[in-house]
T-cell receptor, first 114, second 116 residues
Framework: ETGVTQTPRHLVMGMTNKKSLKCEQH?????MYWYKQSAKKPLELMFV???????ENNSVPSRFSPECPNSSHLFLHLHTLQPEDSALYLC?????????????FGSGTQLSVL | AQTVTQSQPEMSVQEAETVTLSCTYD???????LFWYKQPPSRQMILVIR??????QNATENRFSVNFQKAAKSFSLKISDSQLGDAAMYFC?????????????FGKGTKLSVKP
């Protein structure tokens, strides 16, 4: 257990559905991240939040909408997704204070878009 | 742009033996960080080892060590005394010094199997 919890673990949704992925960290970190892990492709960084402010958006389509209400919680709101969005979505957190820059990952949400 | 290449999609090792996973990268930067992450079936990515490019000494963490060849842009991971729990996907990753901590460029991974 790394201290980063993601729910749900699995999600199946249709292209017209709206769903949300949740990530929670209990480590006191100030930075949180969303990654996409597709089959046979490298892990890709999607969004970065630092002290609740979005600092990076790596050209992610608008059908993915992140939300960070506080430093402990991160959401990824999904709407009108495409089948190619099926992937493992990983959340991570870290502390940008001090020299220890280790990333802590959750177990991910395996998303299937039908 | 930086790239990371892992040329071994799958590797296999006998329990208690040693295995080396390969990673090469391409960059024009002189200072950067390199990482090896492990992803077991639980899907959580776990940091195995970290190397700072300006340090010539190879990083070690217990049974895990790296062979960092900066001129060759090579960063291999050696696992000694392999254990069944080492079976996982292993990802090599690169990060620029100025980028955010999460801005890693990952390779496609190597699936390691450990035979009892």
């Amino acid at each position: 257990e790394t201290g980063v919890t993601q729910t749900p673990r699995h999600l199946v949704m249709g292209m017209t559905n709206k769903k949300s992925l949740k990530c929670e960290q209990h480590l006191g970190h100030n930075a949180m991240y969303w990654y996409k892990q597709s089959a046979k492709k490298p892990l890709e960084l999607m969004f970065v939040y630092n002290f609740k402010e979005q600092t990076e958006n790596n050209s992610v389509p608008s059908r993915f909408s992140p939300e960070c209400p506080n430093s402990s919680h991160l959401f990824l709101h999904l709407h009108t997704l495409q089948p190619e969005d099926s992937a493992l979505y990983l959340c991570a957190s870290s502390s940008t204070q001090g020299s220890n820059e280790k990333l802590f990952f959750g177990s991910g949400t395996q998303l299937s878009v039908l | 742009a930086q790239t990371v290449t892992q040329s071994q999609p799958e590797m296999s090792v006998q329990e208690a033996e040693t295995v080396t996973l390969s990673c090469t990268y391409d960059t024009s930067e002189s200072d950067y960080y390199l990482f090896w992450y492990k992803q077991p079936p639980s899907r959580q990515m776990i940091l195995v080892i970290r190397q700072e490019a300006y340090k010539q000494q190879n990083a070690t963490e217990n049974r895990f060590s790296v062979n960092f060849q900066k001129a060759a842009k090579s960063f291999s991971l050696k696992i000694s005394d392999s254990q069944l729990g080492d079976a996982a996907m292993y990802f090599c990753a690169y990060r620029s010094v100025g980028g955010s901590q999460g801005n890693l460029i990952f390779g496609k991974g190597t699936k390691l199997s450990v035979k009892p």
